[in-house]
């Protein structure tokens, strides 16, 4: 399809579910399983994962595998489901309880699948691979409580599609991914006690590891679960990923089926994968993507691609090349910080051939356009919980202030941000994605915001932490961050960087329980409600 088409599908969609023509996504889900295993319709082949090369490191500890190369070695004998799992959920138990990656681990469940997994052969892309799943997505029959008071003896009886997707792709649930209380910050408790640390600086509880997806990644980066998927609102998905060296996929808004995930704002709440690199991520959201008939959001968008191809490095008589010619838009800002190593950073992309950096500018009403009119947002985060804030605002512990603001926000204002939108809407697709086909950024700002697709993914260490860069594209074209990514991963290896294991091991017995909710290796600080809202998604 082309890049004018896309577009005028993505205007029209975005208008829809701005509109309320796309009905509001409700804190409570009817079944998914009709929608379970749907994807677009594409031509070609089946996708399939391919026999990638498996490293040393991996062929000798199963937890240092990336998802791909689990695949292969199960493909090819040499590892079982059972035992990768199980390799996880010892890991889990030796240093769950420092790194608080998990709210909820489902290890007898996950190790019944993994032998069920074993005795059966099937051509799912997740065969036998076990997986973190954020608190907010629904998960028949395991708690989601998305962090919150309100949802703290919520049991769902149905998957949200995205779970049930990767379920009948053969993924298996390790547990529940620990997050900010619904999805606004960093993973705390409901009250605000910091929980999930930086997989980089586990025994430092100060590091920022990005939010509100905190968990999913640690787990992924920790070494707790083969790969994850998260959501994103205002940067949980590439922030996380670029804070613990992840690779983190934001796809355009309706790409993947938010049925039967808790909302935090209907036109800007995003599921997506966040993997060890570039070909993970595409393998998770070659089975997350397509249409559901129980999102309106996700119907009448062009066919999704094979991902997986476009995740795969393209080599030509020995060097890396891009599998399409492709402008990297660089604004004016990018080098206004971290200026040596984003510059080593640019370096390294624009030698890969087929790369061509092009400069852009943002306008000038930039800071205006992500600043003051990104609270129109509130309005969207208040409305599906209404009664609860009617009743018993307690409810919503910390991250009380920014409900509330939603409720005081009137229509005029909140009008007026949707025109803002648009107007910044018309700046970016007529403006800077005119010049270049992909664009680098300083912040997941305005991407989230307009529900176009962005990548976050490692670009080397700063002061001993990861260190990452953004990449926002075009609507629907998720499989050209891909590219980019990819190949950029192929002449470097920022994304095989493991952090070391935490010093302090927690008694075996604290890691082994079943919730890690109220499990502390030591006292841990407490986020205040002028905090949560500062930096609330």
Same mark, same amino acid.
């Given at each position: ?6 577009r005028?599908v ?8 701005a ?10 889900a ?10 677009a ?39 079982t ?8 959920l010892?890991?889990?138990?030796e240093?769950?309880a420092v ?54 003896d ?7 599609t995205?779970?049930a ?6 993924g ?15 993973a ?14 586990p025994?430092d ?7 509100s ?32 060296n992840?690779t983190?996929?934001k ?9 039967g ?24 959201l070659?089975?997350?993507?397509g ?8 119907q ?13 490095p ?14 990297v ?9 971290q ?24 306008p ?14 509130l309005v ?8 609860w %804030?009617q009743?018993?605002? @307690? +409810?919503f512990? =910390?991250? *009380?202030? !920014? ?5 005081? #926000?009137? /229509? ?9 939108k648009n ?5 970016? %697709?007529t403006g800077?994605? @005119? +010049?270049?086909? =992909?664009v *680098?950024? !300083? ?5 989230? #915001?307009? /529900?176009?697709?962005e ?13 990452g ?23 470097t ?24 909710r ?8 407490r986020?205040t ?9």
């Open positions: 399809m082309s890049r004018d088409l896309n005028r993505f205007l029209g969609a975005s208008a829809a579910a509109s309320g023509m796309a009905l509001a996504s409700p804190a409570v009817a079944p998914a399983a009709a929608a379970a295993g749907k994807s319709s594409r031509s070609g082949p089946a996708p399939k994962v391919p026999d990638v090369e498996v490293r040393r490191a991996a062929r000798q500890d199963p937890t240092e595998a990336t998802l791909a190369e689990a695949v292969v070695l199960m493909r090819h004998g040499k590892l489901s059972a035992k990768l799992t199980q390799a996880y010892d890991r889990i138990a240093y769950g790194y608080q990656a998990y709210a909820e681990v489902t290890g007898d469940a996950a190790l019944t699948a993994a032998r069920r997994a074993d005795r059966t052969h099937s051509a799912g892309l997740l065969h036998g691979i076990p997986l973190c799943i954020k608190d907010n997505f629904f998960t028949a029959g395991v708690p989601t409580r998305a962090n919150s008071y309100i949802f703290e919520f049991v769902p009886t149905e998957d949200a995205a779970w997707r990767l379920k009948k792709a053969g298996i649930l390790l547990g529940k991914g620990q997050m900010g209380p619904l999805a606004t910050t960093r705390t408790t409901p009250n605000g006690t910091i929980t999930t640390v930086n997989a980089w600086t025994d509880i100060t590091t920022d590891p990005g939010g997806s905190t968990g999913p990644a640690c787990a992924v980066a920790g070494r707790l679960a083969s790969s994850s998927i998260g959501t994103q609102t205002g940067g949980s998905i590439v922030l996380p990923s670029n804070r613990q992840m983190g996929l796809p355009t808004m309706g790409r993947v089926s938010l049925h995930v808790i909302p935090l704002s209907y036109t800007r709440d995003h599921p997506g994968p966040i993997a060890r690199d570039a070909l993970d991520a595409a393998i998770m070659q089975v997350l993507a249409s559901d008939p129980l999102d309106p959001r996700t009448g968008l062009p066919g999704a691609p094979d991902y997986i191809r476009a995740a795969t393209v080599v030509q008589r020995g060097k890396v090349r891009m599998r399409r010619a492709t402008k838009g660089v604004p004016a800002d990018f080098l206004a910080s200026k040596a190593l984003r510059s080593a950073f640019l370096e390294r992309l624009d030698s890969i051939s087929g790369i061509t950096l092009v400069d852009v500018a943002y000038d009403d930039w800071d205006l356009l992500t600043g003051p009119f990104n609270n129109g947002r969207e985060r208040a409305e599906p919980f209404r009664h %804030l009743n018993d605002p @307690a +409810k512990g =910390v991250s *009380l202030i !920014t409900w509330v603001q939603g409720l005081m #926000l009137s /229509g005029d204002e909140y009008l007026t941000a949707q025109r803002a107007h910044l809407m018309q700046e970016m %697709l800077v994605l @005119a +010049k270049c086909d =992909v *680098l950024q !300083t912040g997941p700002a305005p991407f989230d #915001l307009l /529900g176009l697709p990548i976050g993914f490692p670009i080397g260490f700063d002061a001993g932490l990861p260190a860069a953004i990449l926002g594209g075009q609507p629907y074209e998720e499989d050209r961050l891909l590219e980019v990514v990819a190949a950029y991963q192929a002449v290896d920022w994304h095989t960087r493991r952090p070391a294991d935490p010093s302090a091991k927690p008694s075996s017995a604290a890691g082994k329980i079943s919730s890690l109220a499990a502390t290796a030591t006292a841990r600080p986020l409600p002028e905090q949560v809202a500062a930096a609330s998604a």
